[in-house]
């Protein structure tokens, strides 16, 4: 076993040491957060910052970067218009949805700079990614500011799209592997989803 102390990380590379950590919390979900400005500029930006809040009502949280010396387009959208979406990376945008992590002038929208295509689903205002096959439309609800100057921002869930015909409500699970959810390690290594096992939830487990 290999013991890695936190003083021993201030001596790398930080970029590398930051890759280290954001790795040791595991495999996240890679997505994409549509987002469009005011001026009707489209924006598609990288997240593997995705967390689930609730479920009733439903609310899910997207943690975004400091935002001192500028502020991002994703994070200025959502404020300016209150709607953004999550769109799942699958196996067939791995490279194009990467490409969304570059920093381009916020003239440019992502989506035609990494070669993706928009969606537009009923008369949701911001973009959906068309390739993604599980797609979520949210709203501003809140945002928190964390300790590390990070800020959770939270939106509460208007609908969620997805791309699979057996899909059953009634179930309340969704097949990942079938939909070709892709998963992230924070440092740009993707991972494919497996299903190993399925067990119902226990409130108490029998001995």
Do not use: W
Not at 50 to 69: F, K, M
Not at 165 to 186: F, K, P, Y
Request: aromatic residues 8%.
């Amino acid at each position: 076993m290999k013991i890695i102390n936190i003083n021993d990380l201030r001596k790398v590379d930080r970029f590398k040491g930051a890759e280290l950590i954001t790795s040791a919390s595991g495999i996240k979900p890679a997505t994409l957060v549509g987002s469009i400005s005011t001026k009707g500029i489209t924006n598609l930006a990288v997240f593997s910052s995705i967390v689930h809040l609730g479920s009733n009502p439903a609310y899910i949280g997207v943690v975004v970067r400091p935002q001192t010396s500028r502020r991002s387009d994703t994070y200025l959208n959502v404020k300016e218009t209150k709607l953004f979406t999550i769109n799942q990376f699958t196996k067939d945008i791995i490279y194009k949805g990467h490409k969304t992590s570059t920093k381009v002038d916020s003239s440019v929208s992502e989506f035609e700079y990494a070669g993706l295509e928009e969606q537009y689903i009923d008369d949701f205002k911001p973009p959906f990614v068309k390739k993604s096959k599980l797609k979520i439309a949210l709203k501003y609800d809140h945002e928190i500011k964390l300790i590390n100057r990070c800020t959770l921002v939270v939106g509460r869930v208007m609908f969620i799209a997805v791309d699979d015909v057996d899909t059953d409500i009634a179930d309340g699970s969704l097949d990942l592997e079938n939909l070709e959810a892709i998963g992230v390690d924070g440092s740009g290594s993707y991972y494919s989803i497996k299903k190993k096992e399925s067990h119902k939830y226990s409130a108490k487990l029998n001995n």
